[in-house]
């Protein structure tokens, strides 16, 4: 069964270093996300990605954020300079399309910043 | 903010047990999806629901999406081991841009042997 795969599965870096979280989205999908989950609490929507630009970001993916899909496989989520309060568990989805509200999530990367 | 609020927080519950567990929300939802997430794990879609009323099974679990749009509930039948994990529900409002899902606060289901 295709799935949303992430790497890394966790990832330690030292406050203010540049991070890159890469997904690989189901192939035939057209639709990509990233979501964001502090530990102990919900998942939060942090940027939508369609058609090699972002659709819609919340108020969490200010400047320090950006998102890029380099290949026809890859979408990368950067942390330019990573703060304490970015340590979290980052998940990646994918759905074929809109309207179409069954996005399949990765299993995640956690991200932990010291 | 869209606002979904889960109850119970957290429930432990005796293997064989049905458990019920709600989500309502301060604002309207085009469809709602319930999630189930392991420890470590990206949450797993279980249920969708898309029409106000309808009710849904999947096996031994069961939601329906409130009249309102703006709750649901989840029933799951003879309780297993397995079912342990977290449950979200989520919200979904068609936009422009995608499919932003909302999440709820998350029920911890605890199942004892």
């Known amino acids: 069964e295709p799935e949303v795969t992430q790497t890394p599965s966790h990832q330690v870096t030292q406050m203010g270093q540049e991070v890159i979280l890469r997904c690989v989205p189901i192939s035939n999908h057209l639709y990509f996300y990233w979501y964001r989950q502090i530990l102990g609490q919900k998942v939060e929507f942090l940027v939508s990605f369609y058609n090699n630009e972002i659709s819609e970001k919340s108020e969490i993916f200010d400047d320090q954020f950006s998102v890029e899909r380099p290949d026809g496989s890859n979408f990368t989520l950067k942390i330019r300079s990573t703060k304490l309060e970015d340590s979290a568990m980052y998940f990646c989805?994918?759905?074929?399309?809109?309207?179409?509200?069954?996005?399949?999530f990765g299993q995640g990367t956690r991200l932990t910043v010291v | 903010g869209q606002q979904l609020n889960q109850s119970p927080q957290s429930m432990f519950i005796q293997e064989g047990e049905d458990v019920s567990m709600n989500c309502t929300s301060s604002s309207i939802f085009n469809t709602w999806l319930w999630y189930k997430q392991d420890p470590g794990e990206g949450p797993v879609l279980l249920i969708a629901l898309y029409k106000a009323g309808e009710l849904t099974s999947n096996g031994r679990l069961t939601a329906q999406f409130g009249i309102t749009r703006k709750d649901s509930f989840l029933n799951i039948s003879a309780s297993i081991p397995s079912d342990v994990g977290i449950y979200f529900c989520?919200?979904?409002?068609?936009?422009?841009?995608?499919?932003?899902?909302?999440f709820g606060t998350g029920t911890q289901l605890k199942v004892e042997l």
């Open positions: 989520a919200g979904h409002i068609l936009t422009g841009g995608g499919n932003k899902l909302t």
């Open positions: 989805a994918s759905n074929y399309r809109q309207g179409s509200t069954e996005a399949f």
